[in-house]
Nanobody, 121 residues
Framework: QVQLVESGGGLVQAGGSLRLSCAAS????????MAWYRQAPGKQRELVAV???????NYADSVKGRSTISRDNAKNTVYLQLNSLKPEDTAVYYC???????????????WGQGTQVTVSS
């Protein structure tokens, strides 16, 4: 009953910027933490950034200082602004959210389908 849909990926030159979006829909009572992960070719999936329901944030060292995670609770949406992009940022980016389901109170961890970010040199 819950779905996460990502958008905003694409091809960008090194030094450019992208803003990724992920909107959650379904029988949502509330959303706790939301996060962005990425997986580059030949690498393990890694955590990029996390934002709590209260707005506290945390970033991976690889993107710290040039990325911003934010959320719009009214829209059940999380964003990732990524600036000064580098070729090593090339990866499939996935959003993740801990969501409390209406009626049941079940807390599930949900994933988006991923959006490709490619940074050319």
């Amino acid at each position: 009953q819950v779905q996460l849909v990502e958008s905003g990926g694409g091809l960008v030159q090194a030094g450019g910027s992208l803003r990724l979006s992920c909107a959650a829909s379904g029988t949502i009572f509330s959303i706790n933490a939301m996060a962005w992960y990425r997986q580059a070719p030949g690498k393990q999936r890694e955590l990029v950034a996390v934002i709590t329901s209260g707005g506290s944030t945390n970033y991976a060292d690889s993107v710290k200082g040039r990325s911003t995670i934010s959320r719009d609770n009214a829209k059940n949406t999380v964003y990732l602004q990524l600036n000064s992009l580098k070729p090593e940022d090339t990866a499939v980016y996935y959003c993740n959210a801990n969501i409390v389901i209406v009626s049941t109170g079940y807390v599930g961890r949900y994933w988006g389908q991923g959006t490709q970010v490619t940074v050319s040199s």
